[in-house]
């Protein structure tokens, strides 16, 4: 560890809720998939800001989208609506299945918008008993309480005290598990396209198609968490058009904004007409400027040209680590789509992906993790060619330092 790396260390722990453990490198500059630290030394971006940077650092649309808004107006809170958020809704209404939007600031405020509109949905229809969430063993829905509970990891929920009620998990991939679990009780199946925090493990088409049928006969809403997945990180706009399986209630955050918080639910109309004035809000939801550079990002990544990019970057991806995988031997596979992959590691390197992490970084890599056994990449939806090259030919340094021990 530098000696600066030490003073943040300090300052870190003398200021900071020790909740998280951060590297010792700062990032104080970046541009497109690179980064310097406060020494000047360079990284390439295959994090993404767990998947945030959409399109990269500093890109000229977002930039002059804030300086732009920035000039204009900030925040009025819900009280009144404002022109950005009115064009993005409209633009992602225009590119979806859905009717209605409601604009959050993450993708846990969405989510748990998502499913307080799926109860009271059920309640307004069918009565206080249809109040059961499915949900998957090793799914991620975000940190507040109710999504913590939803989402499939004891780890993350236990020891808050008593946790939301009728929340039920199955095992992902596994119809059998969801029909031993679903009756007309469930008014909602929570998914992921593809299980991010869970090791980057897509979602099936027969299974997807398989839980869609359950609902429809169940009478029980498909909600669909592209937090991670969505706004063209898959290939397409959003990973449910992969399948061809439509979800009722879908929910967007992460590349949305491009690094700019903000979060978004989008419904149906009928379903949408549940969340009368008054029963759900936010007060940065929706405000401006978030809007503002959400609208240039989705502008941006919703054009065929970026969406064939993200493909074509899969693929170099996967050329690259195959090639670092036969000289080195340390993974039984590469999961995912587009630019969210993650490198599984084999029975001899299992449990030991946080060192191929922080050996990343020794060889100015940004990469992530994905549990103990998947090292992640979730890059710059338009990383160049010359980038994805440069950071695997560093990556592969780090994989040989910790085969070398």
Not at 33 to 57: C, K, N, P
Request: hydrophobic letters at 45%; proline letters at 4%.
């Amino acid at each position: 560890m530098t000696a600066q790396s030490q003073v943040n260390r300090a300052l870190f722990d003398e200021v900071m809720v020790p909740n998280y453990a951060p590297a010792g490198i700062i990032p104080v500059q970046g541009k497109g998939s690179r980064v310097w630290d406060q020494q000047g030394r360079e990284y390439v971006d295959f994090a993404g800001g767990i998947a945030v940077s959409s399109l990269g650092h500093c890109h000229p649309a977002l930039v002059n989208a804030v300086k732009t808004q920035a000039e204009k107006i900030w925040h009025l809170s819900n009280v009144m609506t404002n022109e950005p958020a009115l064009r993005l809704a409209k633009k992602l209404v225009d590119a979806t299945f859905a009717d209605k939007v409601y604009f959050a600031n993450s993708g846990a405020e969405a989510n748990e918008a998502a499913f307080k509109l799926a109860r009271r949905w059920a309640l307004d229809k069918f009565g206080a008993q249809k109040d059961q969430i499915i949900s998957f063993g090793k799914s991620f829905h975000g940190r507040t309480f109710f999504t913590v509970t939803v989402g499939g990891q004891a780890a993350y929920s236990d020891g808050f005290g008593p946790k939301p009620g009728a929340v039920l998990h199955a095992e992902f991939n596994n119809l059998d598990s969801v029909k031993a679990l679903i009756s007309d009780n469930t008014c909602a199946v929570v998914l992921e396209p593809i299980q991010g925090e869970g090791g980057i493990i897509p979602v099936s088409a027969e299974f997807l198609q398989g839980v869609r049928d359950l609902c429809n006969k169940h009478n029980a809403l498909l909600i669909m968490d592209e937090v991670q997945t969505g706004v063209g990180r898959t290939g397409q706009l959003y990973a449910y058009m992969n399948y061809g399986v439509t979800p009722d209630i879908l929910t967007t955050a992460k590349s949305l904004g491009g690094g700019f918080p903000i979060g978004a639910m989008l419904t149906t109309a009928d379903i949408a007409a549940h969340l009368k004035v008054g029963t759900h809000g936010s007060t940065y939801g929706g405000n401006p400027l978030a809007c503002a550079v959400a609208e240039a990002v989705l502008d941006t990544v919703n054009q065929p040209a970026v969406m064939q990019q993200v493909l074509s970057n899969e693929q170099l991806f996967r050329r690259e680590l195959a090639a670092i995988n036969e000289q080195y031997h340390v993974f039984s596979e590469v999961r995912g789509q587009g630019m969210l992959l993650g490198a599984v590691l084999n029975e001899k390197y299992k449990s030991r992906s946080r060192d191929f992490f922080l050996a990343a970084a020794d060889h100015g890599v940004m990469a992530l993790v994905a549990g103990p056994d998947v090292v992640r990449f979730a890059p710059s939806l338009v990383i160049t060619p010359e980038d994805i090259v440069e950071g695997m030919q560093r990556f592969a340094l780090a994989v040989k330092q910790v085969v070398n021990g």
